[in-house]
């Protein structure tokens, strides 16, 4: 079945450690995004790639990298994981970029994430 | 400020009694406005795109409709199945192109059988 594939499902990371997040996609959408979900403040952009080779800032990409090399890959990388990262990533692609036209969003199912 | 809210937080109904979600936006110059679904442990699957004031779509139980203001999601004699989380997001025009897209809180539906 087409769409997004995330691993881990699940983490418990001890603070200070490095952590990959990774997403694929095989719907060959030319943009990709990380949101993070916490409870009472819905979802927010960490970073996005409108296509490969290129990458951009959201609202909170404070302590987050991510890299595109490829169309398929889009990894989210915690330099040094602190507690207020704990949350649920989600991994996100569309058709086009923003501004190009207006096609929705599709998720995977996630990276619940705690770090300790 | 772009903002979107939606409205109630949670809703609890029995089975086959109809209802709408809300969701108010105030943008500067909206490019489309989407509906997605949640359910538990899973990612947001997508349902609907309103691109105009008047607009109206519809899948099975749901319809949404859409004003200068506000959305809608219309659920017509629901089922416990459709008993999720649903989010109102908003594609908002930005004139180096890269538009924002602004999500709200959501309204976690229950559907009592």
């Known amino acids: 079945i087409a769409g997004i594939t995330q691993a881990p499902t699940s983490q418990i990371l001890a603070a200070g450690r490095r952590m990959t997040l990774r997403c694929t996609q095989d719907m060959r959408h030319n943009a990709m995004y990380w949101y993070r979900q916490d409870l009472g403040l819905g979802l927010r952009l960490i970073h996005y790639?409108?296509?490969?080779?290129?990458?951009g800032k959201g609202e909170v990409p404070d302590g987050y990298s991510v890299s595109r090399a490829n169309t398929d890959d889009f990894p989210l990388t915690l330099a040094s994981a602190v507690p207020s990262q704990t949350s649920v990533y989600f991994c996100a692609s569309s058709a086009f970029p923003r501004g190009m036209d207006n096609s929705p969003l599709h998720f995977g199912n996630g990276t619940r994430l705690t770090v300790t | 400020e772009d903002q979107v809210t939606q409205s109630p937080e949670a809703l609890r109904l029995q089975e086959g009694e109809s209802s709408s979600l809300n969701c108010s936006y105030t943008?500067?110059?909206?490019?489309?406005l989407f509906w997605y679904r949640q359910d538990p442990g899973k990612g947001p699957e997508f349902l609907f795109t309103l691109y105009s004031a008047g607009e109206e779509k519809e899948k099975e139980r749901l319809k949404a409709t859409l004003t200068k203001k506000e959305s809608f999601l219309h659920i017509t004699a629901p089922k416990p199945e459709d008993s999720a989380t649903y989010l109102c997001?908003?594609?908002?025009?930005?004139?180096?192109?890269?538009?924002?897209?602004?999500f709200g809180k959501g309204t976690r539906l229950h559907i009592l059988p």
């Open positions: 790639s409108n296509t490969a080779g290129t990458t």
């Open positions: 997001a908003v594609q908002a025009r930005r004139m180096n192109r890269d538009d924002k897209i602004i």
């Open positions: 943008v500067s110059g909206l490019r489309g």
